[in-house]
């Protein structure tokens, strides 16, 4: 299969090395303002893989060149934050062609139907199957130059869902052979609504708030910032999490039973479950409250997680007080222009049955 | 002078050792339930000041015996928390005589009126004047048998109101021979909206919430606890307090300017002002979360100040956020059954001219 990565980031190059390492042709564009590591894969013209992927994976770097990184692709992964989405959109949406499959890979937000708006395709089409993962399938960090350290390769909990919901099961058939753990959500939905980092950085984030300021984050994250009243607020964010999930008619997991699928935790809880969780041992704080955990996770995702929720009817006091103490806290009015809303999907007053039918 | 002191806790003993060292005649008084010091005080037959006031004052206890302690009583001080203030009302009220007059304090969330309406004194009657102090005159311990430590007398920043405001200058030219610094207040909103506690302690607990559960309140509340973030969640706060005091026709002062103009603090801002502060200088933290800076601060005082804020139309977005957020943490609905409301206060309904008259 020809595979193409769009990104720089971390993600992405573990997702480009897998991919090489299973013996797929691998390309990989990201724009000129953020190539993150592109340049020292071009250069080492491959990625290692070291921890839970091993080995060299040769990778063909077109720099911005989407075109190049697009022609012939099978698969187009578009790895990186929620906010690079529709720029990534914009690039890949003329050189998209009609067989291809799009994973955006983790959706975060719809991250899916951003993706095919700003790549210019229309609403209802079937000739481009564009679906998405509701988390990258590791945690990961590039450790030195063209090298990728995947510390924890997920074993479940992770789905995928394609746009208009009849080609989801051929796009996991499709990554099965690397990521046999995907399993089929009902809808994008799912895949979005399982994001479960709005449950717990901004919780861990705020009730740590000055020790993060003080430290500059010099304590473990889990271990020590997760304690009975995080693990509250953690509970209370995932319970209106999952009422919204269920106003769309779809199931999630909790985020501690994700946790424990995913095989990062043992004991499915909101605050044991992360003080103790084998896979976020060691894990320091963020060094400055200014950190994706507030910014992205608060000022993007859990915003959105909001606006769906007036849409079909669903509370979310505690949502509304971390975005209110976030939007304090960072001196910043988040709830002024959130970049992510149904209108920007072009979602405004749909009906929750049309909503549904993603 | 025959001064009777109402309550058994730190306050209580400093008052009652101040104005006997003064030269005045004081009696005690507590319930059998929450006794505090009182015996102690008993089998001394006086209290011993230590700190900024110094020697043996003698004191007469009457145990629970409220009739003996108000018998021919000029001035009653009723010194305790805001939730003792009705039970203290109910005690004393059968012996309050025309004449006398009583000083709340501190009148935390109208305790004045809390009092007068306990003690079944009519709405508006001029024969016994009540009235309340903004903040104890005192940063003062309990700290050995009968001795109370007084750290820090207040040197300004500290007002007094009576009911009915027409008697105000009179309380204050009573008060004034021990406590010079007080000033008259406006009204009891002026006195009531003053207590800064609300301001301080939520924000600094609520952001240091993890680190209190984890170390048991090993730290420095101000020095380490008051980041740039805190100062950001306490001005939020009192700005809300400032609004609802203009409309109720009031000025106060900020937080900080309270803090600088009573001598704890050198800096009038929300930030260094704390945590450079001489007067707060190694102040541990509340050993656990479940402490009066948010069983009382939010529970009860800063559920009063959004009770009023509904009633004269003052927005508090800031406030509902720190009331939800310390539900969650607490696990505990503070908002279902405030003790302290208009409501309780015999003022629901009220226009705001004639809460403005109180």
């Known amino acids: ?44 013209g491959g990625i290692t893989g070291t921890g839970q992927i091993n080995g060299f994976a040769p990778v063909t770097v077109t720099g911005d060149d989407f075109g ?47 993706f095919a708006r700003a790549a210019g395709l229309p609403a209802h089409q079937d000739e481009i199957t564009i679906a998405e993962l509701s988390t990258l399938p590791y945690a990961t960090r590039v450790i030195e130059d063209a090298t990728v350290h995947v510390f924890h ?16 099961e051929a796009v996991r058939e499709m990554l099965a052979e690397v990521w046999p753990a995907v399993t089929t959500a009902r809808s994008v939905w799912q895949t979005a609504l399982q ?12 009730l740590n708030a000055a020790l993060i300021e003080r430290t500059g984050g010099d304590f473990l994250f889990y271990e020590e910032g997760v304690t009975q009243a995080t693990g509250r607020v953690m509970a209370a964010v995932d319970a209106e999490r999952i009422a919204i999930a269920e106003a ?6 909790s985020e501690p039973a994700a946790g424990v699928a995913q095989g990062y935790m043992l004991e499915d809880n909101y ?8 896979g976020f041992l060691g894990i320091k704080a963020q060094d400055s409250l200014d950190n994706r955990y507030l910014t992205e996770d608060v000022g993007v995702s859990m ?49 929750v049955e049309k909503l549904r039918a993603l």
């Open 153 to 168: 390769l997920l074993r479940g909990g992770l789905f995928v869902a394609a746009l208009g919901q009849t080609r989801t």
């Open 195 to 206: 994001n479960g980092n709005p449950v717990i950085h901004p919780a861990v984030t705020l």
């Open 68 to 114: 190049a990184a697009l022609e012939g692709a099978d698969l187009v992964q578009v790895v990186g934050a929620a906010f690079a989405t529709e720029d990534y959109g914009r690039s890949c949406g003329p050189h998209l062609r009609p067989g291809m499959t799009v994973v955006v890979n983790p959706g975060s937000c719809l991250g899916a139907l951003a």
């Open 271 to 278: 605050d044991t479950g992360y003080s103790t969780a084998p």
């Open 1 to 44: 299969m020809r595979v193409a990565v769009i990104g720089g980031g971390n993600g992405a190059l573990a997702v480009a090395c897998e991919w090489g390492l299973a013996g797929h042709e691998v390309t990989m564009a990201a724009p000129t303002d953020y190539p993150g590591s592109l340049p020292d894969v071009a250069a080492a």
């Open 303 to 351: 915003l959105f997680f909001r606006d769906v929720a007036q849409a079909v009817g669903v509370p979310t006091p505690m949502m509304d007080t971390i975005i209110h103490l976030t939007s304090v806290v960072m001196d910043t009015d988040y709830a002024a222009d959130p970049p992510r809303t149904l209108a920007s999907l072009g979602l405004a007053g749909q009906s």
């Open 248 to 253: 769309l008619g779809v199931q999630i997991l």
